[in-house]
């Protein structure tokens, strides 16, 4: 009101003539509309952002959100002739796991066929790798535990420890075609094993819990591969020599 009442005494003065006021030539009125405009594809939008409340996880906000896109979008668009399309980090969150899936079927295909030329075998990378997936249940383990999500950081951690599992699972398979017993094999290397992955975790150990400045984003890069190097850890120590011994045996019936 006080602004209004201000434009309203803006005057114009004029030699021999009354002051002509702002008030005289304009009516006030108060509109609801929008002080600009907004346009993609050549048609009007109007952006509504969502926020999350601080620590809340990202795929919990994200379906909370969509939830509510979903229940408001048939009355909407029935009543109004608006469409409802979600966006912003929605979107990201999308195109991301597109990239992310893209490029982890990538790793996986490159790691099959470089043990398919290295090994002479067809079947054999397909065992050597079988615990690629079981992966996913350490990293998720460790996220959820933690209060992290699958974002790039962690997606980066888990296409990096893809190739992690299948290391000792070759050396296993090598000492294996040699004539060593596969549990024998597995007892061999049960030290440099352990020792790899304590060390590997003990040095991600500051990264995951945030130790530093500007570190905290890149946490769940430390936890998803902590998680994984557990998980993988077990399964070349226990997975893989039972899924061989099996194997082994198979071929021997």
């Not at 009355?75 to 912003?88: A, Q």
């Not at 992955?197 to 890069?221: D, F, H, M």
Request: charged share 15%; glycine share 12%.
């Amino acid at each position: 009101d006080d602004l209004a009442a201000g434009l309203a005494g803006l005057y114009l003065a004029a030699r021999e003539r009354p002051p002509l006021f702002l008030g005289m030539l304009v009516d006030e009125r108060r509109s609801g509309e929008q002080v600009f405009l907004r346009r993609k594809n050549r048609s009007r939008v109007t952006a509504v952002a969502l926020l999350p409340p601080p620590g809340a996880n990202a795929f919990a906000a994200d379906a909370a959100g969509m939830g509510l896109v979903e229940a408001a979008r048939g009355g909407l668009e029935r009543d109004t002739g608006c469409t409802l399309r979600p966006g912003g980090g929605h979107e990201a969150a999308q195109e991301y796991f597109r990239h992310f899936a893209f490029a982890f079927a990538l790793a996986v295909l490159f790691i099959y066929m470089f043990l398919a030329a290295q090994l002479a075998s067809l079947t054999a990378p397909l065992f050597l790798m079988s615990g690629v997936p079981l992966l996913f249940l350490g990293v998720d383990a460790a996220l959820l535990s933690t209060g992290h999500s699958l974002n790039l950081y962690s997606g980066l951690g888990v296409i990096l420890l893809s190739g992690a599992v299948v290391r000792e699972g070759v050396l296993l398979w090598e000492r294996s075609r040699s004539g060593l017993d596969v549990v024998s094999a597995a007892t061999s290397r049960l030290r440099p094993i352990v020792a790899t992955a304590l060390t590997t975790i003990l040095a991600l150990l500051p990264l995951a819990l945030g130790l530093g400045e500007g570190v905290e984003v890149q946490a769940s890069l430390g936890v998803a591969m902590i998680g994984g190097l557990l998980a993988s850890t077990v399964l070349t120590l226990f997975y893989l020599p039972a899924l061989l011994s099996w194997r082994g045996g198979a071929r021997a019936a």
